[in-house]
Structure formats: C-alpha cells, structure tokens
C-alpha cells in the first residue's frame, strides 16, 4: 500500500531564509508525487506536481521540488520565505487509475518569523 | 479549468438535522469523486470514493448510512450528513478525478465546506 511521510510536524524559519520540507513515499509503481498548501480555513492549493520527465520541478509561487527514486523522496524546496508562506504543507502520491485516491502525509506546519 | 466547487462553504445546523453537501465540477467529466475529513491540525482523511452511476466505497470505520454519497451525474455528487451531531463538525473537502488523458492522473479539490453542528 502507497504511504506518505512527512517527517517535520512543525517547522519555523526565519524570512528570507531558505525552505526544504521533506517527503518520502512509498508505492510500488511510479508514483505521481504532488505538493498542496493549505491556509487556516481554506482549500488545497496545488503547488506543483511530478509525472514523469525532469525530476526537477517548478511550481507557483516560486516553489520547486526534486523527485529522488532512490531515496523515494519528494522535498519541497524555496529559496527565500516570504511571510505569507506560513501555512500548512502536505505531500501526496497517487497513481493513474480512476478509483485510487491520492494518499496524504500527515502534513508540516510551517510558520514565519520575521 | 478544471474547477471544482462545493456548496455552501460553511453551514451551521441543529443536532438531529440533516445536511446535504454538493459537489460539482465546473469544467470537465469526472467519473470518479472522492470525499475527504479533515479535523483541526490535521491531514486529509479519506471518507469514500464515489462513481457515477453506483454506490460509494467508503474506508473503514466510515458509517455508510450516516454519510450518504450520492453520484447521480459526472459533474455532481453529493455527500449528506444525516442525524448530525455535534462530532460531525468537522471540515469536508470532496475532489474530482478526470476522465480524459489529460485530466486523469490528477485530483481536483473543492474549497471545503465548513460543518458546525451545535
């Protein structure tokens, strides 16, 4: 069964300073690996996703990621936070099959300090 | 495109009521729908999986009759509460797969709707 970790229930950074929150999945075929942001009271926004092709990917909002086979890693990563990143971030895996739900992490929260 | 809406973003109703929840996507087909809890502070809980035309399979520990998903066309399905109560206060998100090649490997989420039982 597809599993999703998120090992950093919490993580705080200073603004202006550089972001990695950290993913590992598990999955048995090739997963396709996706990064949503969650404001308090909000929706899922999609940051970016991978399928295949370049294991670097780029989302909005100046995000990137960098899919990792061999340490089934999915990292989310920002140059330099901004305050309005604080949020909650969640990782997820799924797979090209019309009934299989995508599985979430547990998420990371992650705040902004100035 | 590809949006997904839901409807209404936040109700409040009475303990013993029942509330109905809509969920449609706007723009394309989506053959598959899945509903989603999300307590405070936490992820996304995986509640059924709904397709069009048939009955929802819904996770364990999920009470089939208290949340009834109904998925009567491509772009609707609907999840009602029945005899809420106040530990059904929770947020519900619902997402829609699409059924074309370009659309298929993705799911597409609603805002969520905010469920206050009192």
């Known amino acids: 069964a597809q599993s999703v970790t998120q090992p950093d229930i919490h993580i705080t950074v200073s603004e202006g300073a550089s972001l990695e929150l950290r993913c590992n999945y598990s999955y048995g075929a090739t997963p396709y690996l996706f990064w949503y942001v969650q404001s308090p009271g909000q929706g899922l926004q999609l940051l970016l996703k991978y399928f295949s092709g370049d294991t670097l990917v780029q989302g909005i909002k100046g995000f990137e990621a960098e899919f990792k086979r061999s340490q089934s890693s999915f990292n989310l990563r920002k140059p330099s936070v901004h305050w309005s990143d604080a949020a909650e971030y969640f990782c997820?895996?799924?797979?090209?099959?019309?009934?299989?739900?995508?599985?979430f992490g547990k998420g990371t929260r992650l705040s902004v300090i100035a | 495109g590809a949006v997904v809406s839901q409807h209404p973003s936040w109700v409040i109703c009475k303990s013993g009521t029942s509330v109905k929840i809509e969920c449609r996507s706007l723009?394309?087909?989506?053959?598959?729908m899945f509903w989603y809890r999300q307590f405070p502070k936490q992820s996304l809980m995986l509640m059924a999986t709904?397709?069009?035309?048939?009955?929802?399979?819904?996770e364990q520990g999920v009470e089939k009759d208290k949340f009834l998903i109904n998925h009567a066309s491509l772009t609707l399905s609907t999840l009602t509460v029945t005899s809420a109560h106040p530990e059904d206060s929770s947020f519900y998100i619902c997402?829609?797969?699409?059924?074309?090649?370009?659309?298929?490997?993705?799911?597409?989420f609603g805002p969520g709707t905010r469920l206050t039982v009192t």
């Open positions: 997402s829609a797969r699409g059924n074309d090649e370009g659309n298929a490997y993705e799911q597409y």
């Open positions: 709904s397709n069009e035309g048939s009955k929802a399979t819904y």
């Open positions: 723009d394309f087909q989506a053959t598959t």
């Open positions: 997820a895996v799924g797979a090209y099959s019309g009934n299989t739900p995508l599985v």
